[in-house]
């Protein structure tokens, strides 16, 4: 059997996406009814759908199923409820991916985008095994690439073809794009979507939260933050340039205090960003591109560690 390994490199490779189907049962997406995250906490995730088993009665939201309201609740209280019943056998599946510009970027291993759309491609057969429907939206700068959920190998593929196809353009104003695709997501969510977002969530914002929040009512959400060692420190004292492919900078390290406060700016973006999902209660799972993904993917679901040998190879696909 082909090894399965994640992405060395700044280029996404189609056919590695394809050959991470073979780790897809290290990563199963049915959880027992505890999730985990290093930063997110220890608790109850509750998956909801339509299904056979009733789950709870609640308030109805713009966009949910009026074939599942609750007649009775309703009378007595004069507002409109709906039932909620434990997840059906083809739960959605949404799969959020960044590829703006900010996320081409790496200083060790990886880019940050070849990651995310490793991880992605991982989620993707990982949900296919499940037998859920799977959908994602793929965003850069200025586009997106919708695609609805759908059972099957061939939806899969068409993923894994979009995600090796849709390139950066020119940076826009981050918080106004992260507002615009946490509004798409809100349009196309339907109740009962398993959402998965993987970005290195720049431009997120209290704004980008409160968007989120009707989302989280009626979904299930989890957030996995993508960063490289040098988004959280800068290097050793030096002279670094660093290039986009258009442009060359050079970096000074030298200054302490500066050091300091870049690493400062970092680690409260990320405090930000791990607060909300906790206030949203959705896990918020921490990647890092110098790192093994599996463990760190492992772990951020709540699995227990395998063994070295287990693992599909570390290896990079170039």
Not at 227 to 240: F, I
């Amino acid at each position: 059997m082909t090894l399965a390994s994640f992405t060395n490199g700044a280029e996404i490779h189609a056919d590695n996406l394809v050959i991470l189907r073979h780790l897809a049962r290290q990563i199963p997406l049915r959880q027992p009814k505890k999730v985990f995250s290093d930063q997110a906490g220890l608790y109850t995730a509750k998956s909801r759908g339509r299904g056979l088993d009733f789950a709870e009665v609640r308030q109805y939201q713009a966009g949910d199923d009026i074939r599942t309201m609750d007649w009775r609740v309703t009378a007595r209280t004069g507002r409109a409820h709906i039932k909620l019943f434990h997840q059906e056998r083809e739960r959605p599946v949404l799969l959020v991916c960044d590829l703006r510009s900010h996320m081409y970027f790496g200083s060790r291993n990886t880019f940050k985008s070849v990651l995310a759309a490793d991880i992605t491609a991982l989620l993707a057969w990982s949900a296919l095994q499940a037998g859920d429907r799977i959908g994602c939206l793929l965003f850069n700068d200025d586009r997106e690439v919708d695609l609805r959920p759908k059972t099957g190998r061939k939806q899969v593929l068409k993923i894994l073809h979009q995600l090796s196809r849709l390139t950066p353009n020119q940076a826009t104003d981050p918080q106004q794009r992260m507002q615009q695709i946490m509004r798409h997501v809100r349009r196309i969510a339907r109740p009962g979507t398993a959402i998965y977002f993987l970005s290195d969530w720049l431009g997120f914002d209290e704004r980008c939260q409160q968007l989120l929040y009707p989302i989280r009512q009626h979904s299930d959400v989890f957030a996995f933050a993508i960063y490289d060692p040098l988004d959280q420190a800068l290097p050793p004292p030096g002279h670094y340039s660093l290039t986009n492919g258009r442009q060359t900078i050079v970096v000074n390290s030298h200054d302490e205090q500066q050091r300091r406060q870049y690493q400062q700016a970092f680690e409260q973006r990320h405090s930000a960003l791990q607060q909300a999902m906790r206030q949203l209660r959705a896990p918020c799972i921490r990647i890092a591109t110098e790192q093994d993904p599996l463990p760190q993917l492992r772990q951020g679901f709540g699995l227990t560690p395998i063994a070295q040998t287990e693992q599909s190879g570390h290896g990079a696909v170039r």
